[in-house]
């Protein structure tokens, strides 16, 4: 038998995987790794891991005997059923008090089943979010840990050490709560990247359409904005896309298919906040606009028969439609990032987690694809208000849209009369409007359903909570219907 010296075992060798483990060597950890591919264990001890002290294993069993106890076994595969075969493979090799941990992409609802069923046999499981991409695994990414919390003491030191860290030195990873609550904390970071993507991609339509920008005035506008307020990874890199040129020294983004694939993380978040009756809009427009673009060949037949507006690009000051447009996508933003702090507040009510809102701006400050210096502003507004119930409401934002809604209003109407389409924008606006107002029309609409189904209604003179059905044709009956609240 092999001398039990890891630290921990990780399997799955892929991309994320590899470079996680490199990671932990680099932080002076002995990983010893397995893949269910048995060649590529090799194959990255003769490589990648070429001189490390990190140890191959050819079964799983052979794995755990190289495992300090308790054995911390940290799974990089595929979400879904893989991640619940591999499990039934672990545990026969495993004893209480060892621990699993998911670092893939699992859906919440699976890990809270995962921490329950394991809890049950005496294993200790894990469920994070790792974000950041190749790059992140590699120096350091955002780890978003949940599950047991009795496994957390276990494996800080080291998800803490090879973590991205901010300014300060403070690793952009704690514990985010029970059970499946870092697995959701990783899902809403990724419903938000999607957000933050479809506002990007709406700018630089709206720039190239509405002005005739070329890629490199585009990628002068990008990196500008890049040194202000819009600071962050994704203005980076897509700053960086508009200066590749392709072998014929066009700019490559031009060649590249207007069609979006996604992995369903998005569609996870908007599906939630449906089953929350959370008015997360603007995720739910970015996941639409993409299934949008996936149906490339009806959008090709359709602009041969159905028209917009005849384009003037000329007609508009260049510098004051870009600032415009800048804030447009800041205000937007933040209307978005407000939808997915609500997401979580409403989900850690009905899951019964603790989360500690201004600790997730913190995680997701740095090593995440969503990382940006504006997340520094959401983690001073908890700082300042711990019970802040809207991020909208704190003095920062609040400022911000009101003295920026009139440009996004501009941008908006330039997008309208070009014929742009810009969901995301558009929606963000919508719902900063709705929720400031007093009054919406539901009074209508709560009369509507009173009549045709008996549904009744609240009334503004009387207490909340008291119901009301109107005989709204003197033909109806006395009887009103049930009702439910999403």
Known sequence: MQ???????????AVMGQNLVLNMNDHGYRVAVFNRTVSKVDEFLDHEAKGTQVVGAHSIQELIQLLKRPRRVMLMVKAGETVDQMIEQ???????????????????????????????????????????GEEGARFGPSIMPGGNVEAWPHVKDIFQSIAAKVEDGTPCCDWVGEAGAGHYVKMVHNGIEYGDMQLICEAYQLLKDGLGLSADELHEVFDNWNKGELDSFLIEITAEIFTKKDDDG???????????GQKGTGKWTATSALDLGMPVTLIGEAVFARCLSAIKDERVAAAKILHGPAHRQDSHDKKAFIEDVRR????????????GYML?????????????????????????????????????AYDKNPKLTNLLLDDFFSKT??????????????????????????????????????RLPANLLQAQRDFFGAHTYERVDQPRGQFFHTNWTGRGGRVASGSYNA
């Open 3 to 13: 001398n039990a010296s890891c630290d921990i075992g990780l399997i799955g060798l």
């Open 90 to 132: 672990v545990v026969p090799h495993l004893e209480k008090g060892d621990i699993i941990i998911d670092g893939g992409n699992s859906h919440f609802p699976d890990t809270n089943r995962r921490t329950k069923d394991l809890n049950e046999k005496g294993i200790l499981f894990i469920g994070t979010g790792v974000s950041g």
């Open 250 to 260: 066009q700019p490559l983004i031009d060649k590249i298919l207007d069609t979006a």
């Open 328 to 339: 447009a996508l800041y205000c937007s933003k933040i209307i978005s990032y407000a939808q």
């Open 344 to 380: 979580l507040r409403e989900a850690a009510k009905e899951q019964g987690w603790n989360l500690n809102m201004g600790g997730i701006a913190l995680m997701w400050r740095g090593g995440c694809i969503i990382r940006s210096r504006f997340l520094g502003k959401i983690k001073e």
């Open 401 to 438: 849209l009101n003295d920026y809604q009139a440009a996004w209003r501009k941008a908006v109407i330039h997008a309208i009369g070009f014929g742009v389409p810009t969901p995301a924008f558009s929606t963000a606006l919508a719902f900063f409007d709705g929720y400031r107002t007093e």
